[in-house]
């Protein structure tokens, strides 16, 4: 079964950076789109980021020219590099990948890493 995991979350005051890693893991599968989402507490779980297998992006409006995401689609990874950080940006980001196993595509969730933005 195909797994994913992410690291790299913290604390970071405001202005800060961070970069957010997510590995997949398992056996004969491939990946389509990946994904950065996150929930903030009483809010639902909303796009941040995604890139398809090809390499095109698509952000929120909230995070352009401060976030960016990219693979690496050998090592299977996908990444988000944070910058210019908000306390706003306070949440559970979560990864999410698209992948294809025997032809069928499914989705799957990483368990969530916390980003807490705060002086």
């Known amino acids: 079964q195909v797994q994913l995991v992410e690291s790299g979350g913290g604390l970071v005051q405001p202005g800060g950076s961070l970069r957010l890693s997510c590995v997949a893991s398992?056996?004969?599968?491939?990946?389509?789109?990946m994904g950065w989402y996150r929930q903030a507490p009483g809010k639902e779980r909303g796009l941040v980021a995604s890139i398809t297998s090809g390499g095109s992006t698509k952000y929120v409006d909230s995070v352009k020219g401060r976030f960016t995401i990219f693979r690496d689609n050998a090592k299977k990874m996908v990444y988000l590099e944070m910058k210019s950080l908000k306390p706003e940006d306070t949440a559970v980001y979560y990864c999410n990948a698209g992948v294809i196993q025997w032809s069928i595509e499914t989705v799957k969730w990483g368990q969530g890493t916390q980003v807490t933005v705060s002086s």
């Open positions: 398992g056996r004969s599968f491939s990946i389509n789109t």
